[in-house]
């Protein structure tokens, strides 16, 4: 049974930084390019940033680019979001997923998510 667990969200003030860490079980992390999405209150699930399986490559919303980074750490079966330069606008339940298909770029193994919550 795969399972991904999402911790390090909460509360922070504006300017301010969180670590979101992501630990797989049940699938062979390594074979996995892995994502970060993110939903707030009343909008659709949105895109973060993205990391290949030999994390090589990784990509990033525009939104974020620049203050967040996503890495992984393959003995230790967990992907990170490095979030700094945090805005009111970052408030959302952050969510890893699994990429399972390449061709169609869908993510079929998702976590429960992490609560951000930034204030002013």
Do not use: H
């Amino acid at each position: 049974q795969v399972q991904l667990v999402e911790s390090g969200g909460g509360l922070v003030q504006a300017g301010g930084s969180l670590r979101l860490s992501c630990v797989a079980s049940g699938l062979t992390f390594s074979g996995y390019s892995m994502g970060w999405f993110r939903q707030a209150p009343g909008k659709e699930r949105e895109f973060v940033a993205a990391i290949s399986r030999d994390t090589f490559s990784t990509d990033y919303a525009d939104s974020v680019k620049g203050r967040f980074t996503i890495s992984r750490d393959n003995a230790k079966n967990t992907v990170y979001l490095q979030m700094d330069s945090l805005k009111p606008e970052d408030t959302a339940v952050y969510y890893c997923a699994a990429r399972v298909s390449v061709v169609n770029n869908r993510y079929g193994y998702w976590g429960r998510g992490t609560q951000v919550t930034v204030s002013l």
